[in-house]
Structures are given as C-alpha cells and as structure tokens.
C-alpha cells in the first residue's frame, strides 16, 4: 500500500504488559524512520503492569509529501475517536475496549486482534463464571471494523518461541496496509539485534495468517466458539478402560463427556476405585432419571450430576494443593513463562496460610476432631497456623509438600473426606427426591454444587450459601416454577462474596 494522501497514517496498539507493546511501537517508528517517513509516537500507560493496558499511538507521513508541500506534518498526540487506520490489539478484551473507545470504525480500520484471553482481576473474582463472551467481543470486533484479522496470536507465539509483539508485527506486514515491502519489515528486526531468530520466526507465522485471512476480511482463523467433537480416549490400564467401556455401555450419549473426564479427573485426585465410586452413583442417578422421564429431557439430570459430583469429590484439601504446586509441569510452566534459558536456576516460593481447620481435616478422623474439640491440642497446633513462605525449588520446601500430598494415601480416613461424603451423599438424595417430584428443579439443585469449591473461607461461604437454599426448599417447591427460583437463588449467590444479593433474592422467593 503506497500513501498518497496528505493524511497521516494513523496507527494505535493496545497491549497488557509485558507483551512487548513498546518493542512492536520502536519496530514501527524504525521502519517509518529507514524508509523516508516520519513517525510520532506517544503512549499512555495503564494503571500497572497486570491491571490496566497501555495504549502506543503512531503517526506515519512520507517526508516526499513534506517535502512537495515544503512544510513539515502537524501529527496528533492521541487517536481521535473515529479516525484511526490501524488497530491492533494484543489481547481480545483489549480488542472490546478499542471498539467502545471508538476507535474502530467499519469506513476506516483494519482491526487486527490476537483472540487469546488473559483474564482480568474483575473476571477472576466473580465466584462463578465472570468472564466476558468472547464470542460477542469477536462478533462486535467483524461487525465495526474495514478489515477484521483475528486469530490466537499467544499461541502461536509459544509455537514459535518468541514473544506475542513479533506475532503482532508480521500481522501488520501481512495486512497490506502499510507503504512497506515485507523485507524492509524483517530488516528491522534484524537491525535490533536482539533474538533476531525467533523473532522473524514469530514474524512470519503472524505474515502467513494474516495473508490467510486477507480473501474473507472478517473471518477468525481458529474461532473460540468452534466445539470439537468429543470422542472416547483409549486406556493403558485395563481397569480404567474397564470403566470407560461402562460409560459408554451404560450412561446415556448426553453425558459421556463429563463422565469420562469425571474419571480422569479422579483417578487423578485418588485411584480408579474411586473413580469406579464416582461412576456407580451415576449409574444410580440414571435410574433415577429414567424414572423420571430424563429421556425426553435428554437426560440432563445425569448429565449434570456428571459434571458436578466429580467436581465434588476432587474437593480441594491440604492433600490436593500440596499436589498440584509440586508437579513437574508445574515447575516447566513457571520456566517457559519467565524464559529461562538450560542451565538458569529458577526459584518458586509458594505463600501459604493454613488454618487450623483445614490442619484437622488433613487428619485422621478421630485425631482432626481431637485438634479440633480438646483446647490444650487446639493451642498447640495453632501455633502452626501462621503464613508462611516456601521455597519448593529447594529440598526442604519440596519435601514439606511432598509428604503432605503423600497423605493420598490415608485421605479416605481423614475427617474432611467424610464429612464431604456425607454432604455428596445428602446432595444426591436431596436431588433425586427432588427430581422425583419436578424434574427440571432437580436439575437445578444438582447444578447448585457450583457454590461449594476452593477451600478456607471461600468453601465455607459457599456451604453455607447452599445450605441457605436447601433449607429453603421445601416453600420453595411450593411455587409455581420452583426451577427457575432455585435458579435465580444460585445466579445470586455467584454474583458477589457479601450474600447480600442472595439474601434479597431468598426474600422474595420465599414470601408468601
């Protein structure tokens, strides 16, 4: 694309930090710069690194046209809402925000929009699920742009092992939208110096799919809404696909998927006995269901029991945590995150709180009730209760967290493996009587399991959420849609910590 208007290219870049929005805005200024343009650049930075995006605007003007009008451009600080050329965004949220600023427009912008999510912290602390549709920012991002470019831009940056901003470059050069040739894009990155590899790996994968998508303008090349078609995984260990063959022999199609990866989930958490536990009360549940008329319901009661019994019973406990935070993968994970190079020592330090509570719990039944009830053992294991620092990258951390999630082993004796037996045992009784009397409202207080996760605070204020609604249900049964406000009852116990919106909920639905 040549420019042969007396306009100014406008370009603007939204990126989180640390995904390298400076570096793809000092690669644009320099190509402007080795190419007889000037460039202005400006940036307004969010709030911090993690909680706020900053926004890099540019400005490009051939020096010839300067040069003909014998009078240097006058350029803008900041886009103007309405009159930007070029978008780029570096994440899909970011991509929403650009739009509501206006600075996507479908006479003018050729929007190019990495499709990946890195979650907000306002995402993060709903205690449901608080994350934006990303299907509704990606059909909002086609319907206000010229040009529309999208795909999982993070991703292929981790294929290619460079950051995001080279992703983001070659997208630029393959969007035909700037008075550049593709050699005079990769010489700037060559002129760095710096990862010069990877980079122009990265660079001509983002070239490659941006070309890709040039014949259909508004088309997202790996769409987030795309389902795949799920399909039966084959076992190693003959018992495991023993019970594999039981799903797919004996529960109905609508809830093979959950179940199967009720299974893995567990064997996980514990070992295929339990995972066989888990799959002989779906078996019961589907009695239950078929009794019911589940069968013109397209089994939703077994499908949703599916689903949340295996949540439950891979309860997180001290057990679990300890687990999970010492994994090999786990220590990868945190290597490929900050680039550590073979050789380079890298420390992760956990911070950890533990509770008195959740120290009994990790106990023995008959011993966790002791710490709990005899005072002089109660202040002797507090003592322990205070915040801590652990360093797993060294041999006493890791060890400490070893033997903890070596207790797997004596887990069905300890006090919180049956006090949330019990529970799992009461919800699923509660459910089928439920469903026995109004199918969809069972239904519905299968799906209220949601409320019970985490561990601590956050698990004891959703018990007691769920108590509140069971207590409940008897007048609650009593109404015309008893589903619905079982429903209505959970949406507000999800929607905020303080219980508020679910104590104004359970006063209305309760009255009369």
């Not at 890791?398 to 019990?422: C, D, N, P, W």
């Amino acid at each position: 694309m040549t420019n042969t208007t007396k306009q100014p290219i406008k370009l603007a870049i939204a990126a989180m930090g640390g995904q390298g929005g400076g570096v793809l805005s000092a690669w644009m200024v320099a190509l402007a710069e080795s190419n007889q343009y000037y460039a202005q650049y400006t940036s307004v930075p969010g709030v911090a690194q993690r909680t706020g995006s900053t926004i890099y605007y540019i400005e490009l003007f051939p020096e010839e046209l300067s040069k003909q009008a014998a009078k240097e451009p006058v350029m803008a600080l900041m886009p103007v809402e309405g009159d930007v050329d070029i978008v780029v965004a570096g994440e899909l949220v970011e991509a929403g925000r650009a739009v509501t600023r206006g600075l996507v427009t479908p006479e003018q912008t050729t929007f190019i929009v990495s499709t990946h999510r890195l979650y907000s912290q306002a995402e993060k602390e709903v205690l449901g699920d608080g994350r934006a549709n990303s299907e509704l920012i990606i059909a909002g991002a086609r319907e206000h742009a010229k040009n529309f470019i999208g795909f999982d831009m993070q991703q292929t940056a981790i294929d290619t092992g460079c950051m995001i901003s080279a992703i983001l470059f070659g997208s630029l050069a393959g969007s035909n939208q700037l008075p550049f040739e593709r050699e005079q894009f990769e010489q700037v990155i060559r002129q760095g110096g710096k990862a010069v590899e990877s980079n122009l790996a990265g660079f001509n994968a983002g070239y490659a799919r941006a070309q890709a998508l040039l014949n259909n303008t508004h088309a997202v090349s790996d769409s987030t809404s795309s389902a795949q078609e799920f399909r039966f995984p084959t076992a190693t260990q003959p018992k495991l696909q023993a019970l594999l063959n039981t799903i797919k022999s004996v529960l109905p199609e609508q809830a093979h998927e959950f179940a199967v990866e009720g299974i893995k989930r567990l064997v996980d958490y514990q070992d295929i006995a339990y995972a066989d536990e888990y799959l002989q009360q779906l078996i019961k549940v589907l009695d239950t269901d078929l009794a019911n008329g589940g069968e013109s319901q397209q089994f939703a009661l077994t499908r949703e029991v599916a689903r949340y019994l295996a949540l439950w019973m891979s309860y997180e406990d001290t057990i679990r945590v300890a687990d999970l935070k010492i994994r090999q993968q786990r220590f990868t994970r945190y290597k490929d995150h900050v680039k550590a190079k073979p050789g380079d020592v890298v420390h992760v330090v956990e911070f950890m709180h533990p509770r008195l509570e959740e120290i009994a719990d990790t106990m023995p039944s008959w011993f966790g009730n002791m710490i709990l009830n005899v005072a002089p053992l109660r202040a002797m294991v507090s003592y322990f209760c205070k915040e801590r620092k652990i360093n797993t990258s060294k041999l006493g951390g890791f060890l400490m967290l070893y033997v903890t999630a070596k207790f797997r082993g004596i887990r069905r004796s300890t006090l919180r493996f049956k006090r949330e037996h019990t529970r799992i045992d009461d919800w699923l009784n509660l459910v089928a009587s439920t469903a026995s009397s109004d199918y969809q409202s069972g239904v519905s207080l299968a799906q209220c399991q949601r409320l019970i996760k985490g561990y601590g605070d956050t698990h004891e204020r959703g018990w007691a959420n769920y108590s509140s609604i069971v207590a409940s249900l008897p007048k609650i049964m009593s109404k015309s849609e008893p589903s619905q406000v079982i429903t209505r009852l959970r949406d507000a116990a999800l929607a905020e910590e303080s219980g508020a919106q679910l104590n104004s909920e359970m006063s209305s639905a309760v009255a009369g």
